[in-house]
Structure formats: C-alpha cells, structure tokens
C-alpha cells in the first residue's frame, strides 16, 4: 500500500503541469461561452431583441499606396465584437447602435478609432507606423520596439517565415535573416534538423546550436524537426553578446525565440490549411561512370611506381596480375575488342565491364508530400483560448523514406481580475522517422560496374543470386550497394514530445508588473534498427529507449517608467531549471530467421549479448537584470548581467557572471539630419559583452568511474577503473564578445538592418 501511494505521488508530481494545463484551458473555453451567451441576456446586443443594432460594412487599405489590406482587426470599443478584413481588404460588422465606436488596428500601421455617427459605410485608410520600424521583438524575458535596441536581434514574422511550404522550421529559417547559417543535413532524408550557426562557429569542443525559447519556455527539445511552422507567429534571433547576455552559460551560440498562435478577442477564426509539395533533385552528384573509372584505374595502376611499392593482388592487368585478371571475374567483365578503354586479361584478350550503374539514379527520386493544418482561435475581453491541430507526411528523395509527425497544441488565456492574468499552454507531438542506413555516403563510394545484384547465371559461381559490393572488385574501401541497404538493413525512430507551461502575470502598478511561470518539457525518442546477414557476416537487432525531462519556474519583475523625455525599463528576475535523461539500449546477434528482426532480441544467439544504460541530472540556479534607459528616443544605453550556478560547473566555481552594455545613437533623431527625405532612420550602435557555453556534459569536473571488459585467468570479468580527473574550477566557456559597432540605415526604400 505505501509503494502504491508513492508511486501515485511520484506520478502527480511529474504530471500535474499537464492536468493544470487542461484544467485551465477546460476554464477558458467555459468563460468564453458564457461571455458568449451573455450577449443574448437581458436584451443586451441581441440581434433577436436589439432593434438598434445595425451592420457596417466597408474596406481598409494602406494610405501611402492605395492597396486592400486584408487581416486588420476591427472591434467595437467596449465589447467583445470584433472581425476581421478578408482578402480583398472588406470587412462586415454588427454594431449595438448606429453611434457605436470603432477601432482598426494592424501591426506597423497606425491605429484608429473612429465613431460612427449614424454611418453604416465606413471606408477606412491606415497609415504606415514609421516608429514601429515594421515590428515589435522579443528580447528575452521582454518585448522592445526595433528602433528601441541596442543589441543585434531580428524578427521573423510569419507571412516571410511561410512564403514557401515547409514541415521544418530550420528550413523556413533558411535566407531570412543575416548572419544565421541554415545547412541542410542527411541529403535527401526528410525529418532531419539542419545545423544553425549564428555568426559562425564558437566552440569546436562542445555543442553550437543556438538556445532555442518557446513561448518562454528555455532550451525545448526538438525545436526545429518538431515544431510546426504554421504554429509559429514570429520568431526573433538574438546575435551579440548585448541581447543574448541576458541568457548568460547558455547564450554563447545565440538565442532563437519563437511566438506560436494564441487566442485572440472578438469573433471566432477558424483557419484550414492543406497542401501538397512535389519534390525533385535540385543538384546532382558527379560521380564517375564505369568507363571513366576503369581509365583512372589503369592510370592509377600504371603510375603506382613512381610513389611507392604497388600491391599487386590489387592489380588486375595482365601481365602485372599475381591473382586474378579481368578474364578471371565474368561476374564483372565480358569480352570487348572495342571498348575505349583496353583492359587486357590474363588470357590476353580484352575485357569491358559488364554494368554501368548510375547508383544515384537507385538512391534518389521524385517524391510527392502532403500538409494538413487546422486551428481554431477566439474569446472574449476575459478569456482566449486557440486550438490547433497538425498533420505532415514527408516522403523523402531517398528510397523508402519518411517523415510523419502529428501535432496538437491547446492555449488559454484568462483574465481573472483587472490586474492579475493567467496564462496556460498544453502541446503534444508524435513523429516517426526512417533512418538512412548509411545511403548518403554509399551513393558516391559504389563502383558503378557493380550491379545491385547478379543474375541466377551458373557462370558466375558463387556470385549468382548475390547483391553487389565493392569487395566484388577489391581495390579502395568496402561499401554496400544502396538497394541491399534497403532490403536487408533498415530503422526507424518514434519520438513522443509534451510541453507544458503555466504563467501567472500580476500588474501591480501601471508601471510594474510581475510575472512567475511553470512549465516542462517531456521527451521520449525510441529507435529500433535491423542489419540481414550479408556474405557471412551476422545478422543483429538493437532498441535503443531515450527518456529526458525538463522543468523551469522563472519569476521576474518587469518595469516601464516614461518621465518627460527620459524613458527606463527595467527587468529583475530569478529562475531554477532542471534536466534529466535515461538511456537503456540493447543489442542480440545471430538470429537464425530475419522474421523477428527487432520485435524478439531473445531470438538471437550471441553469447556477448549487448545491454547498456546511462542517467544524469543538471540543475541551473539563476539570478538576471537588465535596465534600459532613453533620452528623447535619440540616446539609448541598455545594462545586461546574469549570474548562473550550474551543476556542471566545478566544485569551487559553480557560479559565472556574464555582463554585457550596449549603447546606440539615433542620428535621424537630431535636427541636422531629419530633415532629409532620404533618410527614415539611421542608427550607430556598439555593444561588448560576454555569453556562456555550459553544454560541457553533466559530469566531465568530477571524478569518473568507467568499465571495461579484463581477462582474469581464464575467465573474462568485467572491471572499473578511474576513467576522469575531477576538475574544481572548470565552469563553462565564457565566451567574449568585442566591441561591435554597426551603422544601421533605414532610406525610403531600402532597410539594412545586421
């Protein structure tokens, strides 16, 4: 009885987050519809029983050039009515009364709230924010306008971010911001997370991914494989050292912060997305043909001498051939007076090879995928909630690859009094993944006069019915044929993903307010793979379980102070977080039938069957500020330090203190030069600051004990033996990042922004 009352609080502790989060958003979607149905009470706003209530009807376009502008947000002030412009920039409202008052809001464009005044046609033009300087960012733990920052960061939003289709957000990253490399890996592999690097390379010792923040939630798993990019709605990247600072051991390689969808106010949206992508090879490999192969062969051979002692069980020319020749190998080669090349056998006539394989042609080929995204948004002035659901099916250029992943993510906002918000997040993720056996490498190492397999001729002996390898003419290194990589080796990777967060936000002043969180982060990766016996070597079978758990609580106050000309904000905060995995794999060899493959490692007869396991916990202590002050938006200065302790850092250094300023000068800000209609914005800005790099390993300072298989006697034992030296000071790479100073122009027509 007690093991199962611990067990059951075990679970509750793992999973509350998960059932608050559902609570919560069971709540929101409960307010809504009593917000909902309130407006048909009492006679209030009734289209039944509101004999006042009139509809508007008009369009919305841009001031400066004349075009529609559809998604403009349209709400009668003081209620919860609202719409939205279509396409063609119209839009149709119900209003209480004809002298009802109503807003249009668009982001970088300047909002109006306009009274109707007994008008039921209502034209409206907005204009350009030139202020906004297009968007608003996310800075970490905060928001600031763009003309605002002294630091290097840039935002995507969600129009540019999906201009392409695209089921990976590292992909639709791709080109859209300066200074971030995007590099495809595993050619042809769908499903594959491509390599990001911000402003080069900063270790070569330890990981170079970027930290990537969902939704405040620091360091999610998976980011860009499992996220869907129609969830997102911006994603801002932190470049120097003056913006990442503020995520101290961990902002050395820059900092990726993603915006997904949440509820909105007003009436509810319901958007369906589905497409299909047909995709082709862009560029090809150019690999040899058989013909060109076998002339570098003979002038390889020929010239062997000149830089050393030839081999020549390797040389299959006569009369240099001590084993066999071209005549000795009728699985490979065939009688020919007139090929280009002259290859002469031991029998001294002249041979060509049999086959002329373009393995590319086998590896790769047309593939057809299909997208499907729906979600549902709504709410009222107390509550939001949004629903969304995914589905991608990527098949890959490869033969017999896949990516499949399923998405659903529930949000709710609530507003529980005037100044105290609630806000929750529940999302769940589920891929499946084939693995690429090596193909990549294989496609340009196969000889092209191997055949993927030999015909059931008696001429060829034993190489009748066998797949072709590169052991099949025995010069260079052993590499399979694709298609028998296919056939007889495959896997397969599952991966379960749940994220949780709870957030609390208190405005205790009109200039204070204070936010606390919860969230986690649970991940299960399970990988299964198969090899078939292969010319005499021995089948094997492995499971490899990955489980990982991540949980933060951030608490911080936000301060924002405009007193004449002078503007202060102000961030303090403190935080712990922490990381856990496990690991179990196994591995059995020699099965007599393939019919398992991984479903039943019992099956299989070696006598040194394979098991392993691993676990490890890291724990992150952190205390952060930031202060930014402005003198009449022309003289800008920001302040950043963070203080980490880390488990991975060493005994007597647990703690690292990464500071960073910055400091900008809006000179089109200053009378000497705003007067000149070229110029719309210019800035000079500069920054110094130093970021950290804990991804170390969870106990690389300490002492490390390590196993290994000795010989005692006549027996095998396994033994331990001191594997590390402990390290008290080790604690993470600080990395210092120089004086930058960068000159930002904004003309009419042309925006350069770094």
């Not at 919860?80 to 809001?105: C, E, H, K, R």
């Amino acid at each position: 009885m007690k093991k199962n009352f611990f067990s059951i609080l075990s679970l509750w502790r793992k999973y509350k987050i998960l059932l608050y989060s559902s609570l919560t958003v069971i709540l929101v979607m409960f307010m809504t519809l009593n917000v909902s149905a309130a407006g048909f009470e009492g006679g209030k706003s009734s289209p039944i029983d509101n004999p006042q209530q009139v509809t508007v009807r008009g369009v919305v376009t841009d001031a400066t050039t004349g075009d529609v502008m559809p998604g403009v947000n349209i709400v009668v002030v003081g209620t919860s009515i609202g719409a939205m412009t279509g396409v063609n920039g119209d839009y149709s409202l119900q209003v209480p009364s004809a002298s009802a008052t109503i807003q249009f809001s668009f982001i970088g464009y300047v909002g109006q709230v306009i009274a109707l005044n007994g008008r039921t046609t209502l034209d409206v033009a907005l204009m350009s924010d030139i202020e906004q300087l297009s968007e608003v960012v996310v800075i970490g733990y905060g928001t600031a306008r763009k003309s605002d920052l002294t630091g290097s960061v840039t935002g995507v939003q969600s129009e540019r971010l999906l201009d392409k289709p695209t089921v990976n957000v590292g992909q639709a990253l791709a080109s859209k911001v300066s200074g971030v490399q995007v590099i495809q890996m595993g050619a042809g592999v769908p499903g594959g997370n491509p390599m990001i690097r911000i402003r080069g390379t900063n270790s070569i010792s330890t990981n170079g991914d970027p930290l990537f923040v969902v939704d405040g939630i620091v360091g999610v798993a998976n980011a860009l494989s499992n996220i869907n990019p129609e969830d997102i709605v911006t994603i801002d990247v932190l470049k120097d050292a003056s913006s990442t600072a503020i995520y101290g051991a961990r902002g050395a390689n820059g900092v990726i912060i993603m915006t997904t969808k949440r509820g909105i106010s007003g009436k509810t949206q319901v958007d369906f997305k589905s497409y299909v992508t047909a995709s082709i090879m862009g560029r090809h490999l150019y690999s040899m043909t058989a013909e060109q192969m076998m002339y570098t062969y003979e002038q390889s051979m020929a010239n062997v001498e000149k830089y050393g002692k030839p081999n020549r069980t390797k040389d299959f020319r006569y009369p240099y051939a001590t084993g066999l020749s071209y005549s000795e190998m009728p699985w490979l080669f065939v009688k020919d007076n007139n090929y280009p090349v002259k290859l002469l056998g031991n029998d001294q006539s002249y041979y060509a090879p049999r086959y002329d394989w373009d393995w590319e042609a086998e590896a790769y080929g047309p593939s057809i995928s299909n997208t499907q995204y729906f979600d549902v948004r709504g709410g009222g002035e107390n509550a939001k909630f949004s629903l969304a659901a995914g589905y991608s099916n990527q098949n890959g250029l490869m033969i017999d690859s896949h990516y499949t992943r399923y998405n659903a993510k529930l949000t709710g906002d609530i507003k529980i009094t005037k100044w105290l918000d609630l806000a929750s997040s529940l999302s769940y993720i589920q891929s499946e993944q084939t693995d690429d056996g090596g193909i990549t490498r294989s496609t340009a190492e196969v000889w092209p006069i191997v055949p993927i397999k030999y015909p059931d001729d008696p001429a060829f002996g034993n190489y009748a019915l066998r797949w072709g390898t590169n052991a099949d003419f025995n010069v260079g290194e052993q590499w399979y044929n694709i298609v028998f990589r296919r056939d007889q080796q495959y896997g397969i990777t599952y991966r379960n993903q749940v994220t949780g967060s709870i957030m609390v936000t208190a405005q205790i002043t009109p200039d204070l307010s204070f936010k606390t969180d919860f969230s986690t982060d649970f991940n299960n990766r399970k990988s299964n793979s198969w090899s078939d016996k292969y010319y005499g070597t021995r089948n094997s079978a492995s499971i490899s379980n990955n489980n990982s758990f991540y949980w933060q609580n951030q608490n911080y106050f936000n301060y924002q102070k405009v007193i004449g000309d002078h503007s202060i904000t102000g961030l303090l905060g403190l935080s712990w977080s922490r990381s856990s995995y496990e690991n179990l794999n196994a591995q059995n060899r020699y099965f007599f039938t393939g019919a398992y493959v991984w479903h039943n490692l019992g099956a299989g007869n070696d006598p040194a069957k394979v098991t392993g396991s691993s676990d490890g916990t890291s724990s992150l202590n952190s205390y952060f500020g930031r202060l930014n002050y402005a003198y009449k938006g022309k003289y800008l200065i920001t302040g950043t330090a963070r203080i980490d302790g880390s488990s991975k850092f060493g005994e007597n250094s647990k703690y690292g203190v990464f500071p960073s300023v910055g400091a900008a000068w809006r000179v089109s800000k200053e009378d000497f030069i705003s007067n000149i209609a070229a110029i719309s914005d210019l800035k000079v800005r500069g920054s110094w600051g130093i970021t950290g790099n804990q991804e170390i390993g969870s106990y690389v300072t300490q002492r490390y004990i390590g196993n290994t298989t000795v010989t005692m006697g006549s027996g095998v034992s396994t033994g331990i033996y001191p594997s590390s030296v402990e390290t008290l000071t080790l604690n993470g790479k600080r990395q210092p990042n120089g004086m930058q100073v960068l000159i930002l122009a904004c003309s009419r027509d042309v925006f350069l922004w770094y």
